[in-house]
Nanobody, 126 residues
Framework: QVQLVESGGGSVQDGGSLRLSCVAS????????MAWFRQAPGKEREGVAA????????YYADSVKGRFTISQDNAKNTVYLQMNTLKPEDTAMYYC???????????????????WGRGTQVTVSS
Protein backbone atom coordinates (compact mmCIF):
# COMPACT_ATOMS: atom_id res chain seq x y z
CA GLN A 1 0.00 0.00 0.00
CA VAL A 2 0.96 3.61 -0.48
CA GLN A 3 -0.40 6.71 1.23
CA LEU A 4 -1.11 9.75 -0.93
CA VAL A 5 -1.55 13.42 -0.05
CA GLU A 6 -2.52 16.01 -2.65
CA SER A 7 -1.92 19.74 -2.59
CA GLY A 8 -1.76 22.70 -4.95
CA GLY A 9 -5.41 23.26 -5.69
CA GLY A 10 -6.99 26.68 -5.67
CA SER A 11 -9.05 29.22 -7.57
CA VAL A 12 -7.86 30.65 -10.88
CA GLN A 13 -9.25 32.56 -13.80
CA ASP A 14 -10.09 31.01 -17.15
CA GLY A 15 -6.78 30.47 -19.00
CA GLY A 16 -4.71 30.28 -15.83
CA SER A 17 -2.40 27.55 -14.57
CA LEU A 18 -1.97 25.39 -11.49
CA ARG A 19 0.38 22.62 -10.48
CA LEU A 20 -0.96 19.85 -8.30
CA SER A 21 1.34 17.70 -6.19
CA CYS A 22 0.82 14.23 -4.79
CA VAL A 23 3.30 13.15 -2.13
CA ALA A 24 3.53 9.43 -1.55
CA SER A 25 4.64 7.58 1.57
CA UNK A 26 4.94 3.94 2.43
CA UNK A 27 6.44 3.03 -0.94
CA UNK A 28 8.18 4.68 -3.86
CA UNK A 29 6.09 6.13 -6.68
CA UNK A 30 8.34 4.34 -9.15
CA UNK A 31 6.73 1.06 -8.11
CA UNK A 32 3.24 2.22 -9.04
CA UNK A 33 1.08 3.44 -11.84
CA MET A 34 0.23 6.91 -10.57
CA ALA A 35 -2.86 8.73 -11.76
CA TRP A 36 -4.93 11.84 -11.35
CA PHE A 37 -8.71 11.70 -11.34
CA ARG A 38 -11.27 14.43 -10.94
CA GLN A 39 -14.87 14.62 -9.90
CA ALA A 40 -17.22 17.54 -10.37
CA PRO A 41 -20.49 17.82 -8.41
CA GLY A 42 -23.12 15.52 -9.85
CA LYS A 43 -20.66 13.84 -12.21
CA GLU A 44 -18.75 10.57 -12.19
CA ARG A 45 -15.10 10.43 -11.28
CA GLU A 46 -13.01 10.57 -14.45
CA GLY A 47 -9.41 9.79 -15.21
CA VAL A 48 -7.31 12.80 -16.13
CA ALA A 49 -3.81 11.39 -16.56
CA ALA A 50 -1.61 8.49 -15.51
CA UNK A 51 2.09 7.69 -15.55
CA UNK A 52 4.21 4.60 -15.23
CA UNK A 53 7.61 6.19 -15.43
CA UNK A 54 9.60 2.95 -15.35
CA UNK A 55 8.02 2.03 -18.69
CA UNK A 56 8.00 5.61 -20.00
CA UNK A 57 4.23 5.43 -20.34
CA UNK A 58 1.83 8.27 -19.77
CA TYR A 59 -1.84 8.60 -20.63
CA TYR A 60 -4.24 11.50 -20.85
CA ALA A 61 -7.93 12.08 -21.20
CA ASP A 62 -8.79 13.65 -24.54
CA SER A 63 -10.22 16.67 -22.75
CA VAL A 64 -6.84 17.61 -21.26
CA LYS A 65 -4.36 16.55 -23.95
CA GLY A 66 -2.04 19.40 -24.83
CA ARG A 67 -2.98 21.34 -21.69
CA PHE A 68 -2.06 19.04 -18.78
CA THR A 69 1.21 17.24 -18.12
CA ILE A 70 1.79 14.48 -15.60
CA SER A 71 5.28 13.92 -14.24
CA GLN A 72 7.04 12.46 -11.24
CA ASP A 73 10.09 13.24 -9.14
CA ASN A 74 11.45 10.06 -7.61
CA ALA A 75 13.79 11.93 -5.31
CA LYS A 76 10.79 13.69 -3.76
CA ASN A 77 8.48 10.68 -4.16
CA THR A 78 6.00 13.05 -5.70
CA VAL A 79 3.77 13.08 -8.75
CA TYR A 80 2.73 16.34 -10.35
CA LEU A 81 -0.06 17.50 -12.61
CA GLN A 82 0.80 20.71 -14.43
CA MET A 83 -2.43 22.25 -15.65
CA ASN A 84 -2.27 25.04 -18.21
CA THR A 85 -4.95 26.93 -20.12
CA LEU A 86 -7.50 25.98 -17.50
CA LYS A 87 -11.17 26.17 -18.37
CA PRO A 88 -14.27 26.46 -16.17
CA GLU A 89 -15.12 22.85 -17.08
CA ASP A 90 -11.90 21.75 -15.35
CA THR A 91 -13.46 22.74 -12.03
CA ALA A 92 -13.54 19.65 -9.82
CA MET A 93 -12.01 17.88 -6.87
CA TYR A 94 -8.77 16.33 -8.05
CA TYR A 95 -7.58 13.04 -6.59
CA CYS A 96 -4.28 11.21 -6.75
CA UNK A 97 -4.47 7.43 -7.05
CA UNK A 98 -2.15 4.46 -7.42
CA UNK A 99 -2.39 0.95 -8.80
CA UNK A 100 0.28 -1.51 -9.71
CA UNK A 101 -0.25 -1.76 -13.47
CA UNK A 102 -0.88 0.87 -16.14
CA UNK A 103 -2.72 -0.35 -19.19
CA UNK A 104 -3.60 1.90 -22.08
CA UNK A 105 -7.09 0.41 -22.29
CA UNK A 106 -7.95 0.69 -18.61
CA UNK A 107 -5.79 3.32 -16.90
CA UNK A 108 -8.81 5.55 -16.35
CA UNK A 109 -10.95 2.97 -14.57
CA UNK A 110 -11.23 4.30 -11.04
CA UNK A 111 -12.42 0.96 -9.64
CA UNK A 112 -9.03 -0.58 -10.47
CA UNK A 113 -7.18 1.77 -8.12
CA UNK A 114 -6.62 0.67 -4.55
CA UNK A 115 -4.91 3.73 -3.13
CA TRP A 116 -6.42 7.21 -3.03
CA GLY A 117 -5.68 10.59 -1.57
CA ARG A 118 -8.33 12.87 -0.10
CA GLY A 119 -8.30 15.32 -2.95
CA THR A 120 -7.61 18.98 -3.63
CA GLN A 121 -10.17 21.41 -5.03
CA VAL A 122 -9.61 23.24 -8.32
CA THR A 123 -11.98 26.04 -9.26
CA VAL A 124 -11.73 27.89 -12.58
CA SER A 125 -13.87 30.98 -13.02
CA SER A 126 -14.79 32.65 -16.28
Amino acid sequence: QVQLVESGGGSVQDGGSLRLSCVASGDTVDNWCMAWFRQAPGKEREGVAAIRATRSNSYYADSVKGRFTISQDNAKNTVYLQMNTLKPEDTAMYYCAARYYCYSASWSRSLDYDNWGRGTQVTVSS
